[in-house]
C-alpha cells in the first residue's frame, strides 16, 4: 500500500525499512539522516590505492581500455572489493590527471592556431602519444 503511493515496487520499500531498523525500529528521520551520509562528497578515491593505482597504470600502458580494466579487475580479485574500481572511476581519474597537466599551460598548449588546427600529438597517428 505504502509502494504503490509512492510509486515505487514494494521490494525498494521493503528493503529501505529493513535496511533502516526493520517494521519496528523504522525511523524516518534516520533512514534520511543515514542516506544523507551514505551520499556525502566527495568521496575517497579508490585509485589512491597503490596496488590498485598500479594495476591500473600497468593495463592502461598496456592499452586496456578503463572498460576492460575494470572487468579484469574483478575476475583477478574476486574476493577483494578494495581491488574493484568502475570504469567510470578511471575515466575520472585520467580527466583529472589530463587536466591538472595543462592547468598552468592551458591557454598557450591547448589554443587553436586557426580553423580546425590539432595539437601536434593529436594528428601524429596512434600509438605515438601517451601522456600517462
Not at 63 to 80: A, H, N, T
Request: glycine residues 8%; positive net charge; charged residues 20%.
Amino acid at each position: 500500500m505504502i509502494a504503490g503511493r509512492l510509486g515505487k515496487a514494494v521490494s525498494t520499500v521493503s528493503r529501505e525499512v529493513a535496511a533502516n531498523g526493520g517494521p519496528e525500529g523504522y525511523r524516518a528521520w534516520r533512514a534520511h539522516q543515514r542516506a544523507r551520509e551514505q551520499a556525502r562528497r566527495p568521496k575517497g578515491c579508490k585509485l589512491a590505492r597503490p596496488e590498485l593505482a598500479a594495476q591500473v597504470t600497468s593495463w592502461l600502458h598496456e592499452w586496456w581500455s578503463p572498460v576492460q580494466i575494470s572487468r579484469r579487475l574483478r575476475i583477478e580479485f574476486p574476493d577483494d572489493p578494495m581491488m574493484h574500481v568502475s570504469h567510470e572511476t578511471i575515466y575520472q581519474a585520467l580527466y583529472v590527471q589530463a587536466a591538472a597537466s595543462c592547468a598552468g599551460s592551458w591557454p598557450a598548449a591547448c589554443a587553436r592556431a586557426g580553423p580546425g588546427a590539432a595539437p601536434a600529438a593529436a594528428t601524429a597517428g596512434p600509438g605515438t602519444s601517451r601522456t600517462w
